[in-house]
C-alpha cells in the first residue's frame, strides 16, 4: 500500500491551500483517513479525521478553518485549509486505516509528508 500526498506548499497567512492523499495496492477496505500535523521540532499530532461513512472530526484549533473530505472511489482524503495561520506551517501527513487483499486484518498506513509553509 502507498499513500501519495500533494498540494502542499508556501502561502501567505490567510490564504489557502487544499491537500490531496491517494491511497494505492492490493486494497481491499479503507476505514478512518485522517491528516496529522508536525510543527518544527514538535510531535506529530492528528488535525483531522474522516470515518468510511463520511463522519469527521477536528482538533480545535483548525475547527471552522479546515475541512477533510474524501472520495472513496478513488481512495482519497483531502483537507482544505482556509484562514492560514504562521503556526499552521509544518508537515502533513496521511493516515488511513485500511484491510489489504495481501495481509489479514486492518493495519496503519502514513504517507511521507508534504510540507506547508505559512509566511506572516
Known amino acids: 500500500v502507498l499513500l501519495v500526498e500533494s498540494g502542499g506548499g508556501l502561502v501567505q497567512a490567510g490564504g489557502s491551500l487544499t491537500l490531496s492523499c491517494a491511497a494505492s495496492?492490493?486494497?481491499?477496505?479503507?476505514?478512518?483517513m485522517a491528516w496529522y500535523h508536525q510543527a518544527p521540532g514538535k510531535q506529530r499530532e492528528l488535525v483531522a479525521a474522516i470515518t468510511s461513512g463520511g463522519e469527521s472530526n477536528y482538533t480545535g484549533s483548525v475547527k471552522g478553518r479546515f475541512a477533510i473530505s474524501r472520495d472513496n472511489a478513488k481512495n482519497t482524503v483531502y483537507l482544505q485549509m482556509n484562514s492560514l495561520k504562521p503556526e499552521d506551517t509544518g508537515v502533513y501527513y496521511c493516515?488511513?486505516?485500511?484491510?489489504?487483499?495481501?495481509?489479514?486484518?486492518?493495519?496503519?498506513?502514513w504517507g511521507q509528508g508534504t510540507q506547508v509553509t505559512v509566511s506572516s
Open positions: 495496492g492490493s486494497i481491499d477496505s479503507i476505514d478512518t
Open positions: 493516515n488511513a486505516y485500511i484491510r489489504t487483499r495481501v495481509i489479514s486484518g486492518f493495519w496503519y498506513y
